[in-house]
């Protein structure tokens, strides 16, 4: 299901809310792994342009978008304990080892007295907040059997660089001899790039701008919580990328897999569909690090976001 197709769209965030309506209306009723339920279908495809400084925000609910953008920063930090996380005020990754403390302990500590005790003890989070060898880990420290680490991002960077045309320019986080020990296997998980652009139309004309452009795959799709998250986080991801490769952004395009609302997530899309889409925001990196590394929160702006307000629903655990 092609959701930038079939037929003229008036604003892009249009196949974010015909996705839900397809869902809804179509999805089959399953009882998954948190034991909530879901509607899901399988196989999705949304495709949203980037060249223009635009940013896939959604604002037919607000999305803390910072927050996103520090989960990013700390995927590809390597780091797998939510204490830098927790600092930074960022508590989105906080509800597994909470579940986990609670189940092993029988302690029914708060969320706040939890966070509070990862974020100033350090040999406590050491044993509680590690979610195991997760996204970060992946990307920057795969394990292969000889024991040696490999840096996927710094592989891509180098290979957009040096030889744009490959069709070798990916990474990905589902190590098979570490998904058991995750406290959540990778939803987004795949992510491929392309690079376009660069040459001459006419003797008379400048060469188009080269623009890289970002397909990343979902296996699990959580529609009401996760998804406004995901492609806020991949366009950002791509235009970090494109500005330590010397190019433009091109275009994201999102592939869904078990793609899912859950039960109790009804009355939250509801509502949101109710909605009327607003004006997409616009996104500046407004230095330049010398690596990817370097990137701090303060380096993202977006500039006229004016979403709807909130929808609170829970987390499936």
């Known amino acids: 299901m092609d959701l930038s197709l079939g037929g003229a769209l008036k604003h892009p965030e249009e196949q974010y809310l015909n996705l839900v309506k397809y869902v809804m209306k179509n999805g089959e009723r399953k009882i998954d792994r948190t034991g909530v339920g879901t509607l899901s279908v399988f196989g999705s495809m949304m495709r949203f342009d980037l060249s223009d400084g635009t940013v896939p925000l959604l604002t037919t609910k607000r999305i803390y978008w910072k927050t996103a953008a520090k989960e990013m920063l700390w995927f590809l930090t390597g780091e797998t304990n939510i204490q830098p996380l927790v600092r930074a005020n960022c508590p989105i990754w906080t509800d597994w080892p909470l579940d986990k403390y609670r189940k092993a302990t029988g302690h029914d500590i708060t969320q706040a007295d939890f966070e509070q005790r990862i974020a100033e003890d350090d040999e406590f989070a050491a044993r509680w907040g590690d979610l195991g060898p997760v996204y970060g880990k992946q990307w920057r420290r795969w394990l292969g059997p000889d024991g040696r680490e490999h840096d ?93 490769t ?14 899912h609302l859950y039960l109790n997530h009804l009355e939250m899309a509801q509502e949101q569909l109710s909605r009327d889409p607003k004006p ?8 330049h690090p010398d690596s990817i590394d370097g990137y701090r929160i303060e380096d993202f702006v977006v500039e006229g976001y004016d979403p709807h307000p909130p929808i609170k629903a829970d987390v499936a655990v």
């Open 152 to 244: 996927q991002i710094e592989t891509l960077i180098l290979t957009l660089k040096n030889n744009p045309t490959s069709r070798r320019m990916l990474f990905h986080g589902w190590n098979v001899a570490e998904v058991d020990e995750m406290a959540l296997p990778p939803c987004h998980l795949y992510y491929q790039f392309f690079v376009s652009g660069g040459a001459k139309v006419s003797d008379e004309q400048e060469a188009n701008p080269k623009r890289l452009s970002c397909m990343m795959v979902q296996r699990s799709v959580d529609i009401g919580l996760g998804l406004g998250f995901n492609l806020f986080n991949t366009a950002l991801l791509t235009r970090m990328i494109a500005q330590q």
């Open 280 to 287: 997409w925001p616009k996104m500046k990196i407004i230095r």
């Open 246 to 259: 010397g190019l433009e952004p091109g275009e994201l395009i999102w592939v869904g897999g078990d793609t």
